[in-house]
């Protein structure tokens, strides 16, 4: 059966901090990656789209990025981080076939003070 | 773009009946619903395809309008579980998925 791991759970990172959340799935090949971001009572904003490794989408620009150095690996980082960044960020992931549920990882509650 | 969700919150008692509607302004291929306890990861519901065709999940069911550009979902003789906040999805090509901005349930005894 496939998982998904995504960490850490909280983070508390001061603003002008680097960021780095990885989430990986096993179980599975050359899965969908996304990373969706949802401030406090908010929709699922998506931010990052990959198909296959290298391949990313950048949904919304800003200053947070995505890469996927391996086929089940999907990591979003930021070199500084803004207090607007603050919100629970959720990596997911789906088989390319048609009409594929997504699967979420428990998600990363991040607070930039 | 993100697909359009009303009401933004919805209060009822157990046993009530309620509504959830998602639209868009483009074409859609398929919806998906989740639900969404809070502080936890979105759970799948259902996935519909363009056609009118609707779906069941214990009591919740889902029906899509192709020509309205529009699916909506039925929380029936709710139940204190069903308590959450329900997004829909949107597929475009290459499977992306794309969410509303959710609607927050609460089902009180």
């Known amino acids: 059966s496939q998982t998904i791991h995504q960490w850490p759970a909280t983070l508390v990172q001061p603003v002008g901090s680097p960021l780095s959340l990885e989430c990986t799935v096993e179980?599975?090949?050359?899965?969908?990656l996304y990373w969706y971001r949802q401030a406090a009572g908010r929709g699922l904003q998506l931010l990052f789209y990959?198909?296959?490794?290298?391949?990313i989408s950048s949904e919304v620009p800003q200053n947070l990025s995505a890469s996927r150095p391996q086929d089940r690996q999907f990591i979003l980082s930021s070199k500084k981080l803004l207090l607007s960044d603050s919100g629970f960020y959720l990596c997911?992931?789906?088989?390319?076939?048609?009409?594929?549920?997504?699967?979420f990882g428990q998600g990363t509650r991040l607070t930039v003070v | 773009q993100q697909p359009v969700q009303s009401p933004q919150a919805v209060i009822l008692r157990e046993g009530e009946d309620a509504v959830i509607n998602c639209s868009s302004s483009?074409?859609?291929?398929?919806v998906h619903w989740y639900r969404q306890k809070h502080g936890e990861a979105p759970v799948f519901l259902m996935i519909?395809?363009?056609?009118?065709e609707q779906k069941g999940h214990e009591k919740i069911s889902a029906s899509f309008n192709e020509k309205k550009q529009q699916s909506s979902l039925y929380l029936t003789a709710s139940q204190l579980s069903y308590s959450g906040t329900y997004f829909c999805?949107?597929?475009?090509?290459?499977?992306?998925?794309?969410f509303g901005g959710g609607t927050r349930v609460l089902v009180k005894p």
């Open positions: 997911a992931w789906s088989f390319t076939t048609d009409l594929a549920e997504a699967f």
């Open positions: 179980g599975t090949s050359n899965p969908n």
């Open positions: 990959s198909v296959g490794i290298g391949q």
């Open positions: 483009k074409a859609l291929y398929s």
């Open positions: 519909l395809l363009k056609g009118g």
């Open positions: 999805g949107t597929e475009a090509a290459g499977n992306k998925l794309t």
